[in-house]
């Protein structure tokens, strides 16, 4: 038996391989764009089937497809949005810039995968990939449709998940810690004391800011640009096709889809997703701040700052026994830096979508879904990992503490401000406590000194 069949598309005859379901178009891209090892991401793919199911419905119900037809093609990408055909799209991410190359692979398979069926149930029907399963679409609505609806899903289903499990456990760590006072730090420099929990809850708010930013940006990828078809106009599409077929991807994924209202802007710009990965951004930014403060106060253990313990997950050295590295910070800081630079080209892509079409489609959506899918990854490493296992090194916090010499602030409405940046600057010049420098000055007694210096009541 041949390892291959031949398939034809309007160029001609191609050799596709027996056991796949793809068609010719399919296979001169995997032949023509032989570039990196970037793949379209499967949830691209998934987005898709989702639209072609909607249309497919859609169409029947208008009167434009048999029920045999329909029924035929929904079974069929139900099978493809649950996985089961994913060894069936393998084109990469460096096609053409309309995505147009991976909407036909995903057609060809439906087609193929469905005619195969009706043969098996002795149907005389037969399903075109571009006839049926693309009917009333363009590759650039379906495919700039898809683009919301992976990232939506994603982002509902995974990143924020994410997040609130690591939000969930810094305030846990805030109640805990209310009560370990630490010294504070401004420009690396000591400062007034606070409590770890008060240092933690910042962390915390952080994390629910960035909770409510993404959110918010995420409603935007709610629109859809199905029912454009080729430029925008709807061509070769029934007026309410885009209305109705979003509202059956609606109810579908148990999102608010909706058909976007202008689909010129729809085709060519690429707005909302600059602006939801504007937000990715930010939570990255904070992310990077969280892991570098964690793998800073933990730093030592007793050369550093030492006032964290962090698990011990593995050794740290192939050289020096015994050593512990703080490596789940260092993975989410270097996620936090994938981001960044995913933005820089998410965003000049964007800028690209001349005249009535943004010809750099699949470079965004693969930069925006490895963003949502490494920081949601990061963040549930970092917390399973990490944060949940954060412990206070109480000695050391209450040693850092007593040796401060920003606990002089405490002095200043007693003193002046004048009078206690002298205490402060001889203590440290002659390596004393604040309390010796204090008493050498002559500016106050034992008792006002400690009843005025309590870090207590600094926090």
């Not at 571009?130 to 590759?139: A, C, E, G, I, T």
């Not at 936090?336 to 470079?363: M, R, W, Y």
């Not at 949940?388 to 040796?403: D, L, T």
């Not at 004393?432 to 000194?449: D, I, R, S, Y």
């Amino acid at each position: 038996m041949a390892d291959y069949r031949i398939e034809k598309d309007t160029l001609g005859e191609v050799q596709v391989p027996a056991e796949k379901f793809w068609g010719a178009q399919t296979q001169r891209s995997k032949e023509n764009f032989k570039i990196g090892n970037e793949k379209m991401p499967i949830e691209v793919v998934y987005g898709l089937a989702y639209i072609k199911k909607a249309a497919a419905i859609v169409n029947n119900k208008s009167g434009r497809m048999s029920e045999t037809k329909m029924n035929t093609i929904t079974k069929v990408c139900t099978d493809i949005i649950n996985g089961k055909y994913d060894g069936h799209f393998p084109l990469a991410v460096w096609q053409t810039g309309s995505g147009t190359q991976t909407n036909m692979n995903v057609n060809e398979v439906i087609a193929n995968r469905s005619n195969e069926m009706l043969k098996e149930q002795g149907s005389s029907e037969r399903i075109h990939p571009n006839d049926d399963v693309n009917m009333s679409q363009s590759s650039n609505d379906t495919f700039p449709s898809a683009m919301h609806i992976a990232a939506f899903q994603l982002l509902a289903g995974s990143l924020i998940p994410s997040l609130n499990q690591l939000k969930q456990t810094f305030a846990i760590k805030e109640k805990a810690f209310d009560k370990v006072i630490k010294i504070g730090r401004t420009h690396l420099q000591d400062a007034t004391p606070l409590t770890l929990g008060q240092e933690i809850s910042g962390w915390r708010a952080m994390l629910e800011k960035n909770e409510k930013m993404i959110a918010d940006a995420s409603c935007s990828l709610l629109d859809l640009a199905i029912g454009g078809t080729a430029v925008g106009t709807g061509i070769n599409a029934s007026p309410v096709f885009g209305s109705e077929a979003a509202a059956v991807i609606a109810e579908l994924t148990g999102h608010p889809f909706r058909s976007s209202e202008n689909k010129f802007q729809a085709l060519t710009s690429h707005n909302e997703i600059v602006f939801v990965h504007g937000a990715l951004k930010a939570l990255a930014a904070d992310l990077m701040k969280i892991a570098n403060d964690v793998r800073w106060l933990s730093s030592g253990p007793r050369s550093g700052i030492g006032e964290l313990k962090i698990p011990s997950n593995e050794p740290g050295s192939s050289i020096m026994p015994g050593k512990v590295n703080p490596t789940q910070s260092e993975a989410l800081t270097m996620i936090a830096c994938q981001i960044f630079g995913n933005d820089a080209t998410i965003g000049f892509a964007a800028s690209q979508g001349n005249f009535e079409l943004n010809v750099f489609k699949p470079v965004i959506i693969y930069n925006l879904i490895q963003s949502i899918q490494l920081l949601s990854d990061g963040m549930e490493s970092f917390n399973e990992k990490c944060a949940v296992g954060i412990e206070a090194n109480e000695e050391v916090i209450e040693s850092h503490v007593n040796r401060s010499l920003m606990l002089v602030t405490a002095l200043n409405t007693h003193i002046g401000y004048e009078k206690a940046a002298k205490i402060a600057k001889l203590a440290f010049e002659e390596n004393t406590t604040l309390k010796e420098a204090a008493l050498k000055t002559g500016f106050l007694t034992v008792e006002k000194f400690d009843q005025w210096v309590k870090p207590e009541n600094m926090i």
